[in-house]
């Protein structure tokens, strides 16, 4: 096992990771949330420098297999989960971390399940970043990996394989860099097309894109507690329903 080079590639992930967390920090600001801008700050902080570390630790030769892949795939969601779950403790809206890893492991593996009781009162920052989470799972935070990083080598195709089971993961190993950009273009696109969609429809940025989000991946997360009733008008919903089957 080619334990080193698990650890670039996962300290690679990881600086990756540490950069989306700088993302909700837009929204924080716009709400006047400074509390939350600190929180995603300093956690993006925290993350960058394992991640900085992982690499140093790590090195660049050796080729990976299929038992490095498991690992690499593993330690992508572990480390996704409990990097994820910072932000929701150092700004107070989840203070439990166990409540916290939870609401992130539920989000990056677009289950859906929650704690909070009152959600709009986590602010706009902390659930922005919520639906960002599923969004990243949706399209596999590995596949995702593969697709933005060419030094993988052979080894991407176990990662691949592993993300993406089935049938057509066989047959697509020979290309599976350009097979996983393909797949993340499309869910790119699907992403754009919603937003553009549910803005047409009325709906500001923020809702458009954390409904996108959550619908895309087919998560379910919403920023609020009433959920597509919030939306108010058939034609919004008809959006959600449309991308939520295409995302499946």
Known sequence: MNVRRVLRILGLLTLILAGAQLVPIVWSELAGEAATTRAFAGSALLTAALGALLVGVGRTEGELYRRDGVLIVVGAWALASITGAVPYVWSGAIPSPVDALFESASGFTTTGASVLVEIEAAGRGVLFWRSFTQWLGGIGIVVL????????GPGARFLFKLEVPGPKAEILHARV??????LFRIYLAMSALQVAAL??????????????????????????ADSMGRLQYASREVVLVVLAVAGV
């Open 145 to 152: 990996f593969v697709a933005l990083l060419s030094e993988l």
């Open 177 to 182: 860099q350009q097979t996983a950009a393909a």
């Open 199 to 224: 803005a047409a429809c009325g709906l500001d940025l923020y809702d458009a894109l954390t409904h996108t989000f959550s619908t895309v991946s087919t998560g379910g997360f919403s920023p609020y």
